[in-house]
Each structure stands twice: as C-alpha cells, then as structure tokens.
C-alpha cells in the first residue's frame, strides 16, 4: 500500500509486501536451518513462509492506533471549522476558489482545495494541534512535536493512504512479534524521523505516520537478515523488499513529501529490527526435550548477537547526537549541502524551495 509523510502546507506515505515463513517436521535436535534445507524450496506466492510452531499473536495494538489516527482527524476537522474560517476571512461563503469542500459535513468540511488539496484542514489548524514545526521545537522547546506529528494527517487521501499501509504491514508483524516489540518499533521510528526531518525542514511543518511506517519496512528488513537461514526464497525476499523501500524513498524526491521523515525512521527501524526481532534457534527451543548429555545450543547465533550489540550501540548514538543537534539549532544542509537532493530533486516541472 502507498504511503508519505506530509510536508509544507502539507506531504504523502508508502508501500510493502506480505511475507511469510515456511513449516515442516523434524527430528530431535535438529536445528530450524536443517528443516528450511529440507523443506520444498519451490516458489510461491509469498516471499517467506513462517514456522508454523511459532506464536501467533492477537493483533490489537495495531487496530487502536488505526482508531487514535482517525479519532485525531475528526478532532482536526472539527477545530479547523472552516465555514467559520472562510466568513472570517470577508469571503462570502460561495465566493468561487473559496469554498469549504463538502460543506454537508457542516463544521466538519475541508478547506478549499487550493489550500489543501488532500482534503483536510488548514496548515494552522496542523499546527496548532502539534505538526512538527523547527522554530516551535529549537526556540521554544516543544520537543513533545517530535511524536506528536505522527499522529495527526493533512487530509483525507493522507490518512487513507497511511491506515491502509499500517493494517497491511502492521498486523501481520505484530501476529508475529507481538504488541510490545511492534509498538516500541513503530512509536521509535516515528520519532526518529522526526528528529532526522528537524535538521532540514526548518520554512515547513511536517505531518504523518509515514516515518512509523517506514520504520516497520526497515525492521521487516533487518528481520529478515537476522533470520537469514530459517526462510525459503530468502534472496526473493530480499530483493523485493529492497525494491519496495527504494520505489518509495523515490517518490520521496517529489515536492512537499518529507523523505527525511522517510529516511530516519527507515534507519531507526533497521535498527531496532536487529535488537528485537531476532529468533532463537530451534535446539534451544526444544532444550527441554533433549536427552540427557546433548549440548545445548546457545539461544542466539554469534553473529545475531553482534548484529544485536552494534544496533544498540548506533540506535543510542544515533538518536542521542540527533536529538542534541536539534534542540542546539544545527541546520543540517550546512553540513551536508547535497543531502536536500534525498529529499526533493527539482526538474523542469517542479522546484524545490526548501531552504
């Protein structure tokens, strides 16, 4: 599914693909890297296939974001009142070009599509109501934006398009890995893609679930790597999330999308994927049912664990340095003047005027 990070006046989100593991018997003692080997490598419609011993999880976690975002638009809709805005501003209130769209919504109605062409509320609304503002958060210390944007949406189209990509990717991950590692996964990489949007986007507010969301892309990602030798089709797999992630990150170079929201929680979330989703290897698991005198193996495998250990150490750094750079008022294009090309590369029809 499609989904973006708004930007601007406002911006959009993003796209994935299901994936799944595969299953099979075995012997005591015998490792998840010798069922994969044994198991028919054939192709199917599915990536990877999940082992059918592993936990299946309620999802829940997932389904009550989709309701809080939704819930916040309708609260966006309802304070931006724009019948009320537009007699404010002289215009009476069919002038053409200044019409509320859907005005049978009453105080609920969208602003008029020159203003907003997503259907939604006004920029100030947005960032009355907490959109990610670098003057707000530098010079008067409202860090609380840094999280508060992920969850509001410049419009309709904006919210759809981010909902329907966290249903798709979210719930099946956390059947998965559960609503604890889900959630750390998606409300940190929100918040490192905010941080990483602070040090550019400074003339723009920034709203949207799309650096969550892009953080999941990234821990489904590293997941796979970490548990290279349990899937099937694994270089399949690979390269069609890599695809997915690079198609999107392109559509990121159009104007008024935020790619560096993108960008940070796509990194936040690689990260994580290492620290929490690594499974442990099937002899350990079946420890207790092993006769007397096997070696045990070690939960992890060694380079799981090191993989593990260097995550943890760049996500803390990473998001310690980020967060210091922020609030110290570092304009990131002056230590990387080539880095406003990741996120809007001007052609002849369109420019960038990002700052």
Same mark, same amino acid.
């Given at each position: 599914?499609? @989904?973006?990070?708004?930007?601007?006046?406002?911006?959009?989100?993003?796209?994935?693909?299901? /994936?799944?593991?595969?299953?099979?018997?075995?012997?005591?003692?015998?490792?998840?890297?010798?069922?994969?080997?044994?198991?028919?490598?054939?192709?199917? @419609?599915?990536?990877?296939?999940?082992?059918?011993?592993?936990?299946?999880?309620?999802?829940?976690?997932?389904?009550?974001?989709?309701?809080?975002?939704?819930?916040?638009?309708?609260?966006?809709?309802?304070?931006?009142?724009?019948?009320?805005?537009?007699?404010?501003?002289?215009?009476? &209130?069919?002038?053409?070009?200044?019409?509320?769209? @859907?005005?049978?919504?009453?105080?609920?109605?969208?602003?008029?599509?020159?203003?907003?062409?997503?259907?939604?509320?006004?920029?100030?609304?947005?960032?009355?109501?907490?959109?990610?503002?670098?003057?707000?958060?530098?010079?008067?210390?409202?860090?609380?934006?840094?999280?508060?944007?992920?969850?509001?949406?410049?419009?309709?189209?904006?919210?759809?398009?981010?909902?329907?990509?966290? /249903?798709?990717?979210?719930?099946?991950?956390?059947?998965?890995?559960?609503?604890?590692?889900?959630?750390?996964?998606?409300?940190?990489?929100?918040?490192?893609?905010?941080?990483?949007?602070?040090?550019?986007?400074?003339?723009?507010?920034?709203?949207?679930?799309?650096? @969550?969301?892009?953080?999941?892309?990234?821990?489904?990602?590293?997941?796979?790597?970490?548990?290279?030798?349990? &899937?099937?089709?694994?270089?399949?797999?690979?390269?069609?999330?890599? /695809?997915?992630?690079?198609?999107?990150?392109?559509?990121?170079?159009?104007?008024?999308?935020?790619?560096?929201?993108?960008?940070?929680?796509?990194?936040?979330?690689?990260?994580?994927?290492?620290?929490?989703?690594?499974?442990?290897?099937?002899?350990?698991?079946?420890?207790?049912?092993?006769?007397?005198?096997?070696?045990?193996?070690?939960?992890?495998?060694? &380079?799981?664990?090191?993989?593990? /250990?260097?995550?943890?150490?760049?996500?803390?750094?990473?998001?310690?340095?980020?967060?210091?750079?922020?609030?110290?008022?570092?304009?990131?294009?002056?230590?990387?003047?080539?880095?406003?090309?990741?996120?809007?590369?001007?052609?002849?029809?369109?420019?960038?005027?990002?700052?």
């Amino acid at each position: 599914m499609g @989904a973006a990070r708004i930007s601007g006046e406002i911006c959009v989100e993003k796209r994935f693909i299901g /994936v799944k593991k595969r299953g099979g018997s075995a012997m005591p003692g015998e490792d998840i890297e010798s069922r994969v080997e044994k198991s028919n490598h054939s192709s199917t @419609a599915s990536a990877y296939t999940l082992e059918d011993r592993d936990r299946n999880w309620v999802s829940w976690l997932i389904p009550l974001f989709v309701v809080a975002n939704v819930v916040m638009f309708v609260v966006e809709m309802y304070l931006n009142n724009c019948p009320k805005r537009i007699k404010n501003r002289g215009f009476s &209130y069919g002038d053409d070009g200044d019409k509320c769209v @859907a005005r049978f919504l009453g105080r609920l109605s969208f602003q008029p599509l020159r203003e907003n062409p997503l259907f939604g509320p006004s920029s100030s609304t947005l960032e009355k109501l907490g959109a990610l503002n670098w003057t707000k958060v530098v010079h008067q210390h409202q860090g609380w934006r840094l999280i508060s944007c992920i969850w509001l949406h410049a419009g309709v189209i904006h919210l759809l398009a981010n909902m329907l990509s966290l /249903v798709f990717i979210g719930i099946r991950l956390e059947q998965q890995f559960g609503f604890v590692r889900i959630g750390i996964i998606y409300l940190l990489s929100g918040f490192g893609g905010s941080i990483l949007s602070s040090l550019f986007i400074r003339n723009r507010i920034s709203v949207g679930a799309s650096g @969550a969301l892009f953080g999941l892309l990234g821990a489904m990602l590293s997941e796979l790597i970490t548990n290279w030798s349990i &899937y099937s089709n694994k270089v399949a797999a690979l390269l069609t999330l890599l /695809v997915i992630v690079l198609i999107n990150l392109a559509v990121g170079i159009l104007p008024h999308v935020d790619n560096f929201a993108h960008i940070g929680g796509f990194l936040t979330g690689l990260l994580l994927g290492f620290i929490l989703l690594p499974r442990p290897q099937f002899g350990w698991l079946e420890r207790r049912s092993l006769p007397a005198g096997v070696r045990v193996k070690s939960k992890y495998k060694a &380079y799981q664990y090191v993989l593990w /250990v260097i995550s943890l150490t760049l996500l803390i750094a990473g998001l310690t340095a980020g967060l210091a750079m922020v609030f110290r008022g570092v304009n990131g294009y002056e230590r990387c003047e080539w880095c406003r090309y990741l996120s809007c590369v001007p052609t002849s029809k369109w420019k960038c005027d990002e700052s």
